[in-house]
């Protein structure tokens, strides 16, 4: 038996609860890890709340670190020992040790601890895709990313500065604003006082930006689409305010591209996932990115963890102890 964070119904961060759960032999494919550190993300939230349903009960969370100990039938390319971490395959990362698909486990390089590594698997491969797949920038663009403090962002604001891309980023407050300027972002944005177009219509001597990260939603859609240049493009890659409704006449104005983009229809297939951690991990290990959690809770507290990230107290990343 493991202990592992369960939920019976949807809701408040109240229903989560720490359980008994059965663990089991890896079958076919599979591996057991024994987690290390496990990731919380914003995404965590829309399952607990049901946005996006599950069938229930269920455990929660497809983010974590640990050691592999054991391997069923037919697996080859990971062993027994092998230090790894994962961010996608099913719920259930909220625990202290669980099965898992083999073929959803990234090896971690040496000098890449295990702590860091869980900031990374979900967060650091966000930036990756955003920045080097969905909409690929070049040095010299000049961006929107909204949330530049939080746990995506603040690798987002150093991965824009390796490119040699102008990041402007919002934040809540001042001190996050101080946070993401020290990660690499150019330009702050402190959206209880500041109107974010018209900010960035200052910094862009009135030109707009050629991309904007809008991972917020319902409450920056519009400041949003206000700060692009004519056939700018929006990526929407989260909703933490709420969800975006767009009618296409609000992108016809200036010929916006507009993009939702999920992870799953980027990190496929596995030497694919495998050459995006790859690129990740070699900026860390040059020292161009570094991350560490900013908010550590046990296993345990994971409810307290999820009030903080919802209520906008975080910043960077938030990982629980087994
Ligand atoms: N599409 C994908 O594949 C994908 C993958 C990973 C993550 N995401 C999305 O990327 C976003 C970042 O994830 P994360 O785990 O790193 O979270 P996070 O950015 O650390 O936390 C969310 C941040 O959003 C800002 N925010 C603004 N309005 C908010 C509101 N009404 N409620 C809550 N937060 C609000 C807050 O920063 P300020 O206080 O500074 O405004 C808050 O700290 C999430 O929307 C997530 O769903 C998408």
């Not at 040699?164 to 993401?180: F, P, Q, R, S, W």
């Amino acid at each position: 038996m493991v202990k592992a964070i369960r939920f019976h119904e949807t809701g408040g961060a109240e229903v989560l609860r720490l359980e008994d759960v059965e663990v089991g032999d890896p079958g076919p494919g599979e591996a057991r890890v024994r987690h290390s550190c496990i990731a919380v993300n914003f995404i965590d939230i829309y399952f607990r709340t049901g946005r996006y349903p599950l069938a229930l009960p269920n455990g929660l969370g497809s983010d974590a670190v640990g050691v592999v100990e054991a391997v069923g039938p037919g697996v080859t390319d990971i062993r027994v020992g092998d230090r790894v971490g994962y961010l996608i395959g099913p719920q259930g990362a909220y625990s202290q040790a669980r099965v898992m698909p083999a073929d959803v486990l990234i090896p971690l390089p040496d000098g890449i601890s295990d702590r860091t590594a869980a900031t990374l698997m979900m967060k650091g491969m966000t930036a990756q895709y955003l920045f080097r797949q969905v909409r690929p920038l070049q040095g010299g663009e000049t961006i929107l990313y909204h949330a530049a403090a939080g746990g995506v962002g603040l690798i987002a604001c150093q991965w824009a500065r390796a490119l040699g891309v102008t990041m402007i980023g919002t934040v809540g407050t001042d001190e996050k604003a101080a946070l993401a300027r020290a990660n690499g972002c150019t330009h702050t944005i402190v959206t209880s006082r500041e109107d974010i177009a018209a900010r960035v219509r200052d910094i862009t001597d009135g030109k707009g930006v050629s991309v904007v990260y809008d991972s917020v939603g319902k409450d920056t859609l519009q400041a949003s689409l206000d700060s692009l240049q004519p056939r700018g493009t929006l990526v929407s890659n989260g909703t933490s305010s709420g969800p975006v409704v767009i009618d296409t006449r609000q992108l016809a104005a200036k010929s916006i591209w507009l993009t939702r983009p999920a992870m799953l229809h980027y990190i496929t297939p596995r030497a694919h996932m495998l050459e995006m951690a790859q690129e990740l991990f070699g900026h860390v290990l040059a020292g161009r990115i570094s991350s560490e959690p900013h908010q550590v809770y046990a296993l345990a507290d994971a409810a307290e963890a999820h009030r903080a990230l919802e209520g906008r107290k975080t910043t960077g990343a938030t990982v629980l102890m087994p």
